[in-house]
């Protein structure tokens, strides 16, 4: 079977959206099915201003048809050109590959060029909702919840979800969501988020020699690791600072990344008193990650209660899961579908600082409980959140799509 996936960005850029990409693929190949991938236009412009593209690469093994940035073009029509080029492209690459099946992956602004390619070669398109791209543009500032420029952006998506042969989507959430508006439930499937759970060890030890050049020695460590969007709610995590340091005076934040919010914490550290308790490091390489988690006592998650928080599930928690790692989150529907509280991790409030704080200090006066936190949650992870089980869901899909298209696998 022929796949060819519609992605919005793919490797060398590195995001949870790349990551996942390479999962699904992996297992899909498994499978031994032959994936073929094309990015948009929006991959060169993750890669800088001065990045050049050619119309094919391939990284670390896989290569992706690359489609040229969008240039020239009506002031305010941008989106449009966007995919008029990505359909352009998609139609070269179809036509020379005939692929049995046409996957677009978020955003709308792919799945509408591959309906349209589609359904002129004849190809079954399923689409896969990572989160919508109306509530992303809200939590980016772009636009507001309820504005003109919203309601037609999710118009789009509903659209789009009408025209698909199928609808794939990463938790119950965003299922219910799409049902909701009218897409017959058996035209959606969830593939959830999960983890390779060869990739994570438990039990890491620290690395001395960095928690020494962080200042972390004879410290309890409160860790996020990611990239700093608003709706993670790391603005809260500083709120709750003093109140842990109050009663635990060896409390130190260790914040590992960077993003829109960078310069904001940073103010906000300094205005509360605290700058001298958290540890900015930047960014640092993905092979370097895994020294930075075992460094962290506990892993916070405190993302803020939003469409986009309550309906789509994140991964870091499912990795902190596998390394055997105990984790705080806030109590949104995101994180709810993921975490058992009080058996694979502990949930509190979301957007109160005061909740968070006696969360996570309770955790750490109970450490008799880690033991059985760090082994619950690798277990969960091993049991219901691993890649090969998530794939599983898309074969019967795929089988049914051919079995009524003129298109047949070879």
Known sequence: MRVLHVLDHSIPLHSGYTFRTLSLLREQRKLGWETHHLTSPKHAAGLGPKATQSLEETVDGWHFFRTPPATGGLPGLGQLQLMRQTRARLQQVAEKLRPHIIHAHSPVL??????????????????????????????????????????????????????????FTICEGLRADIVARGIAANKVTVIPNAVDIENFEPGGLPDEALKAELGLNGCTVLGFIGSFYAYEGLDLLMDALPQMLSQRPDVRLLLVGGGPQDAALKEQAKRLGVADKVVFTGRVPHSEVNRYYDLVD?????????????????????????????????????????????????????????????????????????????????????????????????????????????????
């Open 110 to 167: 792919n799945a509408l060029p591959a309906i349209k390619v589609g359904r002129a070669l004849g190809i079954p398109v399923v689409y896969e909702i990572r989160a919508f791209w109306e509530d992303a543009a809200v939590d980016h500032g772009t636009t507001k919840e309820g504005s003109l420029r919203y309601r037609i952006t999710r118009a789009m998506e509903t659209h789009a979800l009408k025209q698909v042969d199928h609808a």
């Open 298 to 410: 506990v892993l916070c998650y405190p993302r803020h209660s939003m469409r986009l928080t309550e309906l789509v599930t994140p991964l870091k928690p499912l990795e902190a899961m596998a390394q055997g790692r105990i984790l705080v989150a806030s109590d949104v529907g995101g994180h709810k579908e993921l975490i058992r509280d009080g058996q694979t991790g502990v949930l509190f409030k979301a957007g109160h600082a005061e909740a968070l704080a006696n969360a996570t200090l309770d955790l750490l006066n109970k450490p008799e409980s880690w033991d059985a936190l760090r082994r619950q949650g690798r277990a969960f992870v091993e049991n219901e959140r691993n890649w090969r089980a998530s794939v599983a869901n898309y074969p019967a899909v795929y089988e049914r799509l051919l079995a009524g298209s003129r298109l047949a696998p070879v």
